[in-house]
């Protein structure tokens, strides 16, 4: 079992940033890749960013591209979401997944762990 807690969401003004982490315990959680998904109210839960499990390869959404980036620390099981200039529609259920194996998947059937979530809210 993996068990992951999020943390780091709240409330900020368009334009701001938040950094957003995901916390690992279990078993040896270097042995997974990990993404981060969100979920806007009325949407369905989508892929945002992903990182292999050495943290040699990542990829995030086009939709956040330039702007979010995803990175690793295995020594402290944890995997960070740096998101910069937010906007509105970036506002949603922000969750962190782990995959068994070293490559991370858009998908989410590929996550077989998955966090409680935290709020990002974007003011206008």
């Known amino acids: 079992q993996v068990h992951l807690v999020e943390s780091g969401g709240g409330l900020v003004q368009a334009g701001g940033s938040l950094r957003l982490s995901c916390t690992a315990s279990?078993?040896?959680?270097?042995?997974?890749?990990t993404g981060w998904f969100r979920r806007a109210p009325g949407k369905e839960r989508e892929f945002v960013a992903g990182?292999?499990?050495?943290?040699?390869?990542?990829g995030v959404a086009d939709s956040v591209k330039g702007r979010f980036t995803i990175s690793r620390d295995n020594a402290k099981n944890t995997v960070l979401l740096q998101m910069n200039s937010l906007k509105s529609e970036d506002a949603a259920v922000y969750y962190c997944?782990?995959?068994?194996?070293?490559?991370?998947?858009?998908?989410?059937?590929?996550?077989?762990?998955w966090g409680q979530g935290t709020q990002v809210t974007v003011a206008s």
């Open positions: 997944a782990a995959a068994r194996g070293p490559y991370y998947s858009r998908f989410n059937s590929a996550y077989e762990y």
């Open positions: 990182i292999s499990w050495s943290g040699g390869s990542t």
């Open positions: 279990g078993r040896t959680v270097s042995n997974y890749a």
